[in-house]
């Protein structure tokens, strides 16, 4: 199941390697007792042209260019995937083929099993690729009301960037990751710096640029108290 699932993930993900302008957004929603809603969105509307013009041909660069039906099993076997997680429920997906924007969502009863979502992929990973990769991505501890995401950098990532071609490598440039974290108590601090804070009080935003990630320049990790 996790080696079917991280082969399609492979083949939807190598759409963005014909396109510099993608985004891809982490968008959490937590109530108090610690469950809530999680959105994944990945963007690519900003190369809509191209890509439209790039998924004519069969690969490009030595690169297969995933068709529509490998993007729609992708995003069906995440959605399996999900269904096999306890606590995870109403899980929706949706394809908008014609601004190029897939989006997977999901209810969670408790952010320990949002975590598991990702626990099995990421040990997955580290065993192919020989990485270190935090499994833990997210924690909230409902009696201090603190909550975490976890990122931990590997030098990997940038030693197998740079192996790729010159060319290759500027699909990054204008690459983003963006998350959003929304609660229902009022936010007191951020560990993270890059991370800013809604004048409501109420959400953390973060936006970073891929190369800043890939080069271990800056980090998705943050720590956000809430007040009681």
């Known amino acids: 199941m996790i080696r079917k699932t991280t082969f399609y993930f492979i083949l939807f993900f190598s759409m963005l390697l014909f396109t510099s302008c993608f985004e891809v957004l982490e968008e959490i929603n937590l109530n108090a007792d610690g469950s809530g809603t999680m959105l994944v969105t990945f963007n690519l509307s900003r190369s809509k ?26 995003l069906k076997d995440a959605e399996n995937h999900l269904k096999t997680i306890n606590g995870i429920t109403n899980i929706k997906k949706t394809t908008d083929y014609e601004n190029y924007i897939f989006t997977l969502s999901c209810n969670f009863d408790k952010v320990a099993s949002l975590d598991a979502v990702f626990q ?26 603190n909550f975490q995401r976890y990122f931990s950098y590997d030098a990997k990532i940038k030693k197998t960037f740079y192996r790729l071609k010159g060319e290759d490598r500027k699909i990054f440039n204008d690459a983003t990751f963006t998350s959003i974290y929304r609660f229902k108590n009022e936010i007191k601090s951020s560990s993270n710096g890059n991370a800013k804070i809604a004048p409501n009080k109420k959400a953390v935003f973060l936006k970073i640029d891929a190369m800043s990630l890939i080069l271990g320049e800056k980090s998705v990790a943050n720590t956000i108290q809430l007040s009681k």
């Not at 439209?52 to 069969?58: E, G, I, K, R, T």
């Not at 990421?122 to 924690?139: R, V, Y």
């Open 49 to 74: 042209s191209k890509i439209a013009s790039v998924m004519l041909l069969d690969s490009v660069n030595g690169y297969k260019v995933p068709s529509k039906d490998d993007i729609n099993l992708a």
């Open 120 to 145: 099995d992929l990421i040990k997955q990973q580290n065993k192919k690729e020989k990485t270190n990769f935090n499994t833990t991505n997210f924690s909230y501890n409902t009696a201090t009301n």
